[in-house]
C-alpha cells in the first residue's frame, strides 16, 4: 500500500505564505501525476494545481500566479508552495498521488491515494 504525509498547514495573516509537503511512501513503483485539492466548509472538494511525472502542470483559475506546484521524484515528494494568500483560500488540504505499486514481483493499478489532509487557515 502507499501512505501519503502532508505537513506545512497552519494559520497566516491575509497576504502571507506557506509551503505544504507531501511524502509518498510504500510499495511504489511509480508515480504518475501528483496533486492538491482542498475542501473548505460546506464546499465541494476542488483540485487547486496538478502536476505530472514529467513537470508539466496546471492549476485552478483562482490560485494562478500565487501558488506554485513542484516535486522531487526522487523523494516522491510534492510541494505547494502558496504566496499572497488570501482568506477564500482557508479550506483542508489534501495530497493526492497517481500511483503504481510494486508487490511479490507484480505491477498493480495505477490508483489514487489521499493523504490525510492538512488545515490551512489565512486570516483577515
Known amino acids: 500500500q502507499v501512505q501519503l504525509v502532508e505537513s506545512g498547514g497552519g494559520l497566516v495573516p491575509a497576504g502571507g505564505s506557506l509551503r505544504l509537503s507531501c511524502a509518498a511512501s510504500?510499495?511504489?513503483?511509480?508515480?504518475?501525476?501528483m496533486g492538491w485539492y482542498r475542501q473548505a466548509p460546506g464546499k465541494q472538494r476542488e483540485l487547486v494545481a496538478a502536476?505530472?511525472?514529467?513537470?508539466?502542470?496546471n492549476y485552478a483559475d483562482s490560485v494562478k500566479g500565487r501558488f506554485t506546484i513542484s516535486r522531487d521524484n526522487a523523494k516522491n515528494t510534492v510541494y505547494l508552495q502558496m504566496n499572497s494568500l488570501k482568506p477564500e483560500d482557508t479550506a483542508v488540504y489534501y495530497c493526492?498521488?497517481?500511483?503504481?505499486?510494486?508487490?511479490?514481483?507484480?505491477?498493480?493499478?495505477?490508483?489514487?491515494?489521499w493523504g490525510q489532509g492538512t488545515q490551512v487557515t489565512v486570516s483577515s
Open positions: 493526492d498521488a497517481d500511483t503504481v505499486l510494486y508487490s511479490s514481483r507484480k505491477i498493480y493499478g495505477p490508483g489514487d491515494y
Open positions: 510504500g510499495s511504489i513503483f511509480s508515480i504518475n501525476a
Open positions: 502536476i505530472t511525472s514529467g513537470g508539466s502542470t
